[in-house]
T-cell receptor, first 114, second 106 residues
Framework: DAMVIQNPRYQVTQFGKPVTLSCSQTLNHNVMYWYQQKSSQAPKLLFHYYDKDFNNEADTPDNFQSRRPNTSFCFLDIRSPGLGDAAMYLC?????????????FGPGTRLTVL | SQQGEEDPQALSIQEGENATMNCSYKTSINNLQWYRQNSGRGLVHLILIRSNEREKHSGRLRVTLDTSKKSSSLLITASRAADTASYFCATGDMRFGAGTRLTVKP
């Protein structure tokens, strides 16, 4: 089945230790997104790739970076995680851009920062 | 920043009852989407309504959109325990509201 896969599902890191979360998709969608969702809050868009074009949200901290080496994979790098970065990180895809179509979400990676 | 705002924040009903959730947004939109999220999981797309549509149905779901009031509602009819989840609206630029936590008691 076509899907969005996130690995790992649970990630524990130490304060200040770089961490990478990964996302892959078999939908062959053009757009991939990363969201941060803290407990009992709405998902917050961090950035998205339309094909190879990177689009950063204005209020996304510099501590968060992303890479998309090919259509199928997208990575979220947190360079120096702080306690406030503990959250669920959701990857999503859509066939077209932001204003047009539905998004398909992965199951999320829950990040704990010790 | 948030675009949509849902109310109520939490809703508890009995199985078989209808559940209505409301969403308000601030700027012009091309479309509005509703998503469901089970606890600790990813979001599942429920329905998309375009700005030139007023009402849309999908199974037990009914969504309305009033662009003059910048508001939308999601109605779930004949609710089931499996409908227990958080429901979010999202505007076309994927700004999510805070969500409504729905609990359906068997």
């Amino acid at each position: 089945d076509a899907m969005v896969i996130q690995n790992p599902r649970y990630q524990v890191t130490q304060f200040g230790k770089p961490v990478t979360l990964s996302c892959s998709q078999t939908l062959n969608h053009n757009v991939m997104y990363w969201y941060q969702q803290k407990s009992s809050q709405a998902p917050k868009l961090l950035f998205h790739y339309y094909d190879k074009d990177f689009n950063n949200e204005a209020d996304t901290p510099d501590n968060f970076q992303s890479r998309r080496p090919n259509t199928s994979f997208c990575f979220l790098d947190i360079r120096s995680p702080g306690l406030g970065d503990a959250a669920m990180y959701l990857c999503a895809t859509s066939r077209d851009g932001l204003v047009t179509g539905e998004q398909f979400f992965g199951p999320g990676t829950r990040l704990t920062v010790l | 920043s948030q675009q949509g705002e849902e109310d109520p924040q939490a809703l508890s009903i009995q199985e078989g009852e209808n559940a209505t959730m409301n969403c308000s947004y601030k700027t012009s939109i091309n479309n509005l989407q509703w998503y469901r999220q089970n606890s600790g999981r990813g979001l599942v797309h429920l329905i998309l309504i375009r700005s030139n549509e007023r009402e849309k149905h999908s199974g037990r779901l009914r969504v309305t959109l009033d662009t003059s009031k910048k508001s939308s509602s999601l109605l779930i009819t004949a609710s089931r325990a499996a409908d227990t989840a958080s429901y979010f609206c999202a505007t076309g630029d994927m700004r999510f509201g805070a969500g409504t936590r729905l609990t359906v008691k068997p």
